[in-house]
Structures are given as C-alpha cells and as structure tokens.
C-alpha cells in the first residue's frame, strides 16, 4: 500500500529547480538507509515518458545515475532507445517510488521507503506538463499509478490495454525476473512490440499516430 500522507511543507510554487535542490538535499529517511541518502531521479518539465520505478540499487547508489545498471540496459532495450535519449531529462523522467537504496533483506532489495511518495512524488508531478505516457515498473508503482486494483502484478501487465495509451505497467526489468518473462512469453510477443511503437511516436519517432495496440 502507498502511503500517502503529509510531507514536508514545502513554499507554494516553488519552481522546479528549487524543488530538485531541495528533493536531493533531502535527510527525512537518513536513519533507515544503511548506505545515507542519495536522492537518485531525473526530471524535466517537458518531459514526455515517466518511468516509475521501485528504487535504486547499490550501483545506482554508487553512481547516482538512475538505471544505470543491467537492469537499465534491459529496459532501454524494452523501450527502444540509446542511452542519450534515456537520460535526457528534456524527454524522459525517472522518477523511483523511493529516491534512495532501501538496503537488502533476505530476498532481494528492501521495498521503497514511503517518505519520498508521501512527501516529494505530488509536487514533482505537478511540474510534468507535457506528459504523455507513464511507464509503472513494478507492484509498488502500480499500487500508487494505479490505485485501488487488487490483482497481482502478472495480472495488472496482461491486463496492460486496459490502460492504452498514457500508461503501461511493467515487471521490474532486473535479472531476477528473468523466470517470469520466460514463464510469460506474450509479454515480448505482444506488449513490447506496442511498447515500442508507443514509445517511438511519443518522442516524436514516427509521425503517424497509434492510439491502439
């Protein structure tokens, strides 16, 4: 469940700028993160494509580049594009359900910390003006993009044409999926060839419009 409390108070329109600097100067969390805060995201204000994420991992910590590790490779090979265009924040926003490395536990990453939604997620939003597609990896961005659906995440993916075409949900791009994707093969099949002709026409790829998978 997403927590979607009160954050911290922040001044009535602050410009993005301002907010970015307080976003990555920020300690709510500190006493929880076994490696410190290192607010990890990206954000323009004409960006086009959220990618909605769980939260960086150690080598995303280390680098304080978001994705940039081979589940990143992954999905720029889902999506169809370089490294340039992934990490153009004048196109693509990376926003995590939790900015910093949330530690492991016995089987895998810890889940999101809840202060970045509850405190940082609405404002940041708000500054996407021209988005057109949101992209919710995993069950945690799912549960905030997608709110009240009470189905797995096998469930909510296949379902995906539900949500045609200003969001997709994904699995997790990791390595640890890989089972998944080989025990779900219309995912390569069907959704990511759509994905990619969404992804292409949104940043201006192809000049037709695809408003149906």
């Known amino acids: 469940m997403v927590d979607r409390g009160a ?4 001044p009535p329109h602050l410009p993005l700028a301002g907010l970015l600097a307080e976003v990555r100067g920020c300690t709510l969390c500190a006493d929880h993160l076994p490696l410190g805060p290192r607010p990890v995201l990206q954000l323009g204000a004409r960006a086009r494509i ?34 340039e265009v992934f990490y153009d924040p004048g196109q693509v926003a990376i926003l995590a359900m939790g900015f910093c490395y949330p530690g492991t536990g016995r089987s895998g990453d810890l889940p999101p910390r809840p202060e970045c939604a509850r405190g940082w997620r609405g404002p940041l939003l708000a500054h996407l003006h021209g988005l057109q597609l949101t992209l919710a990896i995993g069950q945690y ?7 009240g659906r009470a189905t797995s995440l096998t469930e ?26 080989k025990r779900n093969p219309w995912f ?16 201006g ?8 998978p």
């Open 205 to 212: 790829a192809t000049g037709g419009e695809k408003n149906s």
């Open 141 to 147: 961005a799912q549960a905030y993009h997608l709110p």
């Open 50 to 83: 959220l990618i909605a994420a769980q939260a960086p991992g150690r080598k995303v910590h280390q680098t304080g580049l978001p994705f940039n590790d081979p589940s990143g490779d992954r999905l720029r090979t889902w999506l169809g594009i370089s490294r």
């Open 7 to 10: 954050g911290p108070s922040l």
């Open 156 to 181: 909510t993916v296949r379902a995906w044409r539900q949500f045609w075409p200003a969001l997709v949900p994904l699995p997790h791009p990791s390595p640890r999926n890989n089972l998944w994707l």
């Open 188 to 203: 390569a099949e069907e959704l990511l060839p759509a994905l990619r002709a969404r992804v292409a026409e949104v940043l």
